[in-house]
C-alpha cells in the first residue's frame, strides 16, 4: 500500500522556522518526482515546491522563494523536507507533500498524496 506521511508542522510566530517531513513508503516504481503543496482555509490547493529525482532540479512558487528549502533523498521511497524560514502569516495552510510518477515541471504530474499537516503562523 502506497503511504505519504507528512509530519512536522504545528505553531510558530511571524519570522519562525519549521521543518517538515515526508516519508514515502510502498512505492514500487521509482518516483520523478516530490513535492509540497499547500491550501488554505477557503482557498484551493497550491503549490509550494517540488524536487525532480532524476536531476535534483528544485522548482519553488514565487511566494515562498528565498524562504523554503526542498531536499528530498531521491530514492524510491523518498524522504522528503521542506524547511520553512522567514515564515508568514499567510503561510498558514494544511501542507501536503505528493508524489509523481511521470513528472511535468514545475508541479505537474503528481498523482499520489499523503495526509496533511497543519502550519500556523501566528502574527
Known amino acids: 500500500e502506497v503511504q505519504l506521511q507528512a509530519s512536522g508542522g504545528g505553531l510558530v510566530q511571524a519570522g519562525g522556522s519549521l521543518r517538515l517531513s515526508c516519508v514515502a513508503s510502498?512505492?514500487?516504481?521509482?518516483?520523478?518526482?516530490i513535492g509540497w503543496f499547500r491550501q488554505a482555509p477557503g482557498k484551493e490547493r497550491e503549490a509550494v515546491s517540488s524536487l525532480s529525482n532524476s536531476d535534483g532540479k528544485t522548482y519553488y512558487a514565487e511566494s515562498v522563494k528565498g524562504r523554503f528549502t526542498i531536499s528530498s533523498t531521491r530514492s524510491k521511497n523518498p524522504t522528503a523536507w521542506l524547511l520553512m524560514n522567514s515564515l508568514k502569516p499567510e503561510d498558514t495552510a494544511v501542507y501536503y507533500c505528493?508524489?509523481?510518477?511521470?513528472?511535468?515541471?514545475?508541479?505537474?504530474?503528481?498523482?499520489?498524496w499523503g495526509k496533511g499537516t497543519q502550519v500556523t503562523v501566528s502574527s
Open positions: 505528493a508524489v509523481a510518477r511521470w513528472f511535468v515541471p514545475p508541479f505537474g504530474g503528481f498523482y499520489y
Open positions: 510502498g512505492f514500487t516504481f521509482d518516483a520523478d518526482a
